[in-house]
């Protein structure tokens, strides 16, 4: 059994207080895995040479062990069922899966139960302890790295946490990042078209999200969710509604009574960049994350009036869903504004002319703050501007750059203005 374990400095950067005796790696960063680990005597018992371990001898004195790494999946798979099996502190790991709803799930779920438990939440809004975001810098994954998921698993047990709610999704599900996590339930929303660059079908992403429902015995599921085959030994169905927010609210209390957990019936408020309404005098604007047709459409849905959209899609992301997006915003919106997103590596402004395809009367401004200070310039009164696609993501990605940035920073500096 390993029980200590780390791979490759780029990825985890443990502090000595983390580990309980000497350990170093030689890394290969080329490779992004330890090519070998250094290990104390006292905690050589763990390792052994034979190959079903994934570690051999390599050199050996008095005091210390040099351990090759022979299998690096094996000695990963070995030493997460140990950790997650010895956080005995957490009562629950409860994981949200679905193309949309994860965030405002896990959101709503903190809420309800933080009154009566010591709660950690891992996902799209960091790693956050007891309602706060830790000061321990984290990837922006949706769900982390498997590392970097037991550092901030390690972080909740030593704060006390009782339950950890996870972002589970289906990228990090193929990817080995839910490995061996001892869910109590999974909970899961509707699938919809997203990741298909990466799953290469719908038939396959959809495969995935079924997969990720059966790790645990239990599920809370959306009638959506359900009739698409999302369901485990024992699941609880919630009905749905027209109202977005009701439905992630609704599956939220379900999930707490269907797992027995006291919680408090309160007015939940949306996560930062969720459905995020500003009343600038006579005119409502709206920060949404909303960067799939599905969710797309019901955003829009949402508000009725004159509705001004400014929307963009991610670089080396799904193409296919951007004609589509495009489609949504010429039918269901007054004014389309195509603007960046996240270009990534991709042309900037491919993304941009994609959307243009299903919406041939949008207007192109690349630069997304101008966009913003566009729409806000020439509404009127009791327009609705509905600004999609990165919530309240803090950057733009340009390449390997992370430039600084928020829709809200942007219309907070109109309005000085």
């Known amino acids: 059994m390993i029980v200590s374990l780390v791979i490759d400095s780029v990825y985890w950067k443990p502090s000595i207080a983390e580990i309980p005796y000497s350990l170093e790696t030689l890394s290969d960063h080329s490779k992004h895995q330890a090519d070998a680990i250094l290990i104390n005597e006292r905690n050589a018992h763990y390792f052994s040479s034979k190959p079903s371990c994934g570690v051999q001898l390599a050199f ?32 629950h790991w409860v994981g949200v899966t679905g193309t949309n709803g994860k965030t405002t799930t896990v959101y709503y779920l903190e809420q309800l139960l933080s009154d009566h438990y010591a709660v950690a939440t891992i996902g799209t809004l960091g790693v956050r302890i007891k309602g706060e975001k830790v000061k321990e810098a ?30 589970a999704s289906s990228i990090g599900f193929v990817e080995g990042r839910l490995n061996n996590i001892p869910f109590s339930c999974i909970v899961a929303h509707e699938v919809s078209h997203d990741h298909l660059d990466y799953h290469g079908s719908f038939n396959h992403y959809l495969d995935v999200k079924q997969q990720i429902v059966q790790l645990a015995s239990c599920c809370v599921v ?21 109202d977005l927010h009701k439905l992630n609210e609704a599956t939220a209390v379900s999930c707490c009574e269907f797992l027995r957990l006291s919680y408090t019936k309160k007015k939940l408020t949306s996560p930062p960049g969720r459905y995020e309404v500003i009343t600038i005098g006579d005119v409502r604007v709206v920060i949404d994350f909303a960067h799939t047709p599905d969710a797309l459409q019901k955003l829009v849905d949402s508000f009725q009036g004159s509705k001004t959209l400014i929307i963009g899609c991610g670089g080396d992301r799904d193409r296919a869903k951007r004609e589509v997006i495009g489609q949504i915003a010429e039918i ?36 997304r703050r101008a966009a913003i200070w566009y729409a806000l310039t020439t509404s009127k009164q009791g327009d609705i501007v509905i600004i999609a696609g990165k919530g309240n993501e803090p950057f733009i990605e340009y390449r390997e750059v992370k430039i600084p940035y928020t829709d809200r920073s942007v219309i907070e500096e109109w309005v000085n203005q």
């Open 60 to 91: 050996q004195n008095s005091s210390l062990f040099l351990l090759q790494v022979t299998d690096a999946q094996l000695v990963i798979e070995n030493y997460t069922r140990y950790f997650f099996s010895s956080c005995r502190s957490i009562n």
């Open 138 to 167: 984290f990837s922006s994954n949706t769900t982390l790295p498997l590392l970097e998921l037991i550092k901030a698993a390690k972080l909740a047990v030593a704060s006390g946490c009782e339950i950890i709610l996870l972002e």
């Open 222 to 242: 959306t009638k959506p969710a359900y009739l698409q085959g999302l369901k485990s030994k024992n699941s609880l169905v919630v009905l749905p509604t027209s």
């Open 332 to 367: 269901q919106c007054n004014r389309v504004i195509i603007t960046m997103d996240n270009p990534r590596f991709e042309d900037s402004l491919q993304p941009l002319l994609d959307i243009k395809k299903g919406a041939p009367s949008a207007l192109i401004l690349a630069d």
